[in-house]
């Protein structure tokens, strides 16, 4: 039972090094369901981040291979299914069992929902405490969360909010840049 609070650490630990390693989202996205999944047993952990002007969820991360097809297909208006409620209100919903009966389950066919008893979604809430994401986790069989597991998803999820943001931020200035080489070229060519 004291291995715990260990492996959770050093998840969270693995984690922040994941966030500060790289500025390419789907990398990051990538690793850390990977060890999010790993520290919970979830059977499948996704990651929806805010796009566009309609501010739609999107898929932009899972851990299940067999679903990655759908990276970028799944989305969500605000309130529609349980990522898109957990985004408009703001609060992190844990169902332990029959996931499926719950109102706010969208039921997505291509992602085998049927076999997934329990369900976690977390905000992801960035530094200015705008939402721009969602973390979900599926397990196969009912589970009853922990107030460890609760914390740890919520810590992971502030993590996520910041890689989010610092990918967010690089690819701005990364166009800034792009803009200000094609007008110095122009300028040149005259």
Same mark, same amino acid.
């Given at each position: 039972?004291?291995?715990?609070?260990?492996?959770?650490?050093?998840?969270?630990?693995?984690?922040?090094?994941?966030?500060?390693?790289?500025?390419?989202?789907?990398?990051?996205?990538?690793?850390?369901?990977?060890?999010?999944?790993?520290?919970?047993?979830?059977?499948?952990?996704?990651?929806?981040? *805010?796009?566009?002007?309609?501010?739609?969820? *999107?898929?932009?991360?899972?851990?299940?291979?067999?679903?990655?097809?759908?990276?970028?297909?799944?989305?969500?208006?605000?309130?529609?299914?349980?990522?898109?409620?957990?985004?408009?209100?703001?609060?992190?919903?844990?169902?332990?069992?029959?996931?499926?009966?719950?109102?706010?389950?969208?039921?997505?066919?291509?992602? #085998?929902? #049927?076999?997934?008893?329990?369900?976690?979604?977390?905000?992801?809430?960035?530094?200015?405490?705008?939402?721009?994401?969602?973390?979900?986790?599926?397990?196969?069989?009912?589970?009853?969360?922990?107030?460890?597991?609760?914390?740890?998803?919520?810590?992971?999820?502030?993590?996520?909010?910041?890689? *989010?943001?610092?990918?967010?931020?690089?690819?701005?200035?990364?166009?800034?840049?792009?803009?200000?080489?094609?007008?110095?070229?122009?300028?040149?060519?005259?």
């Amino acid at each position: 039972m004291a291995e715990a609070p260990v492996d959770e650490r050093r998840v969270l630990y693995e984690i922040i090094r994941t966030v500060s390693s790289s500025v390419r989202l789907d990398e990051v996205l990538d690793a850390i369901v990977e060890l999010v999944t790993e520290q919970t047993r979830a059977h499948a952990t996704l990651v929806f981040i *805010v796009e566009g002007a309609e501010q739609e969820l *999107v898929l932009r991360a899972v851990s299940d291979d067999q679903y990655r097809v759908q990276i970028g297909r799944v989305r969500l208006a605000r309130g529609e299914g349980l990522a898109g409620w957990v985004a408009k209100h703001r609060e992190p919903v844990f169902l332990a069992d029959n996931a499926l009966q719950d109102p706010r389950v969208k039921y997505f066919p291509e992602f #085998e929902e #049927e076999h997934y008893q329990s369900i976690v979604s977390v905000p992801l809430i960035g530094p200015d405490d705008e939402v721009i994401g969602v973390i979900a986790l599926h397990a196969e069989a009912p589970r009853v969360f922990t107030e460890e597991d609760a914390a740890f998803v919520t810590h992971s999820a502030s993590l996520v909010a910041s890689a *989010v943001i610092n990918a967010r931020l690089y690819e701005s200035a990364r166009r800034r840049v792009d803009e200000l080489e094609g007008l110095s070229a122009l300028a040149t060519d005259r």
